[in-house]
């Protein structure tokens, strides 16, 4: 059985699935994708159509760490993650402008390269633990650890969009 892959695209309007090949001719595959208490209806899928893109805004959110989960006939047999930090990466890239006028030796500014930094180590962290083919319930818990605490560092920040 091939791979269950999914990535969001970069604005973090969209994420596409690709399901790996049914393995029996006659199977009933479905995709449903969750992210905390928001998730997508489940979605069918046949020999012919593998590759599906789901906006998240049909999902209930543009944020955090989703859970593909790709079954056929009832069973659970693929499961797959994918971080949605868009509002990360504004909050971060805000950080990184306060910085651009620092000195190197500027005590006043080594708090908000510290931010930065943390914020930056948690995402890819969380995006290494969903990056691996044997993605879980455990892994998708821990991502979402990850991304929320690096949320909780970015705190009043709005994000790009305010």
């Known amino acids: 059985m091939s791979l269950l892959t999914c990535i969001i695209t970069n604005d973090c309007k969209n994420i596409i699935v690709s399901a790996p090949t049914l393995t029996t001719g006659g199977a009933s595959a479905t995709i ?15 020999a012919l159509v593998s590759t599906l893109t789901i906006a998240t805004s049909d999902i ?36 990184v402008d ?14 908000e390269l510290a931010e930065a930094q943390q914020i930056f180590l948690l995402i890819k962290s969380a995006e290494t633990e969903l990056a691996g083919s044997s993605v879980n319930a455990a892994k998708i818990a821990n991502a979402t650890n990850k991304y929320n605490k690096a949320a909780e560092i970015c705190g009043g920040h709005c994000g790009c969009n305010c």
């Open 32 to 46: 449903k994708i969750t992210n905390g208490n928001f998730s997508s209806n489940e979605l069918t899928l046949n």
């Open 60 to 95: 209930g959110t543009d944020k955090g760490v989703f859970h593909v989960k790709y079954s056929e006939d009832g069973v659970l047999l693929k499961e797959a993650g994918v971080v949605a930090n868009c509002d990360i990466l504004c909050c971060l890239s805000k950080k």
């Open 98 to 111: 306060k910085l651009l006028d620092c000195s190197a030796d500027c005590s006043k500014c080594a708090s």
